[in-house]
């Protein structure tokens, strides 16, 4: 199994570019999850989605757009992006079904975006 | 949501048992308490998780205290390998997988 995997690893940005933040998963997981991480603070969640067709906002989700057509993938879209979109993003999925609370998060290696 | 503190740094001989600990004094009683780690800003990676009674894996070990507001992990002989940022979080119950990082604890094992 792959595990998760984010795609591109590295991306530079123009102010007013649009682009999308690939995340993939081969684990059926259901719940999936977007975060952004600034030099020297944890994680913030930005988006999540409990399963196919569903989404959700997190602590940080201004500027961003998700959905959730297939349980393999969930791609961030950034429609405008903007130098405070200067991060490191991280993809995460979960195995929730049947209600699970005993499963550990696998994350992706992270997109290092740069808007300049 | 249920928080967690936890201090900002810590020191740790090479060799030496680690003991980080967390306070989450507003956990309910069906919500799990779990370790992960980050690094050089790689994806985090889980260590362990538990809900009442004390675990151990062969990365670490966790001990809750019997009120539930507070545990340490315990990494018995840290190497220089195991210098990461570690986050303790409460995962909520009816959330789901949807886990908050706070700021974790930055280890630095020394030689």
């Keep these: 199994n792959a595990g998760v995997t984010q795609t591109p690893k590295f991306q530079v940005l123009k102010t007013g570019q649009s682009m999308t933040l690939q995340c993939a998963q081969d684990m059926n997981h259901e719940y999936m999850s977007w ?10 969640l930005i988006h999540y989605s409990v399963g ?8 940080v989700p201004n500027g961003y757009n998700v959905s959730r057509s297939t349980t393999e993938d969930f791609p961030l879209r950034l429609l405008s992006a903007a130098p405070s979109q200067t991060s490191v993003y991280f993809c995460a999925s979960i195995d929730t079904g049947t209600d699970k609370m005993n499963t550990e998060a696998f994350f992706g290696q992270g997109t290092r975006l740069t808007v300049v | ?3 967690t503190t936890q201090p900002p740094s810590m ?3 090479e060799g030496r048992a680690a003991n980080l600990p967390c306070n989450h004094s507003t956990i309910s009683g069906n919500e799990y308490v779990y370790w992960y780690r980050q690094i050089h800003s790689q994806g985090p990676q889980y260590i362990i998780h538990g809900l009442k009674n004390n675990e151990t894996n062969e990365m670490a070990s966790l001990i809750i205290t019997e009120d539930r507001k507070s ?5 018995p002989h840290a190497t220089l390998r195991d210098t990461a940022v570690y986050y303790c979080i409460v ?3 009816n959330q789901g997988g949807k886990l908050i990082f706070g700021q974790g604890t930055e280890l630095s094992v020394k030689p």
Excluded: H, N, V, W
């Design chain 2, 71 to 75: 545990s340490t992990l315990i990494l």
């Design chain 2, 1 to 3: 949501d249920a928080k």
């Design chain 2, 11 to 13: 020191d740790c001989a």
């Design chain 1, 52 to 59: 196919a067709g569903i989404t959700d906002q997190g602590e």
């Design chain 2, 91 to 93: 995962r909520i119950y």
């Design chain 1, 35 to 44: 975060y952004r991480q600034d030099p020297g603070m944890g994680l913030r």
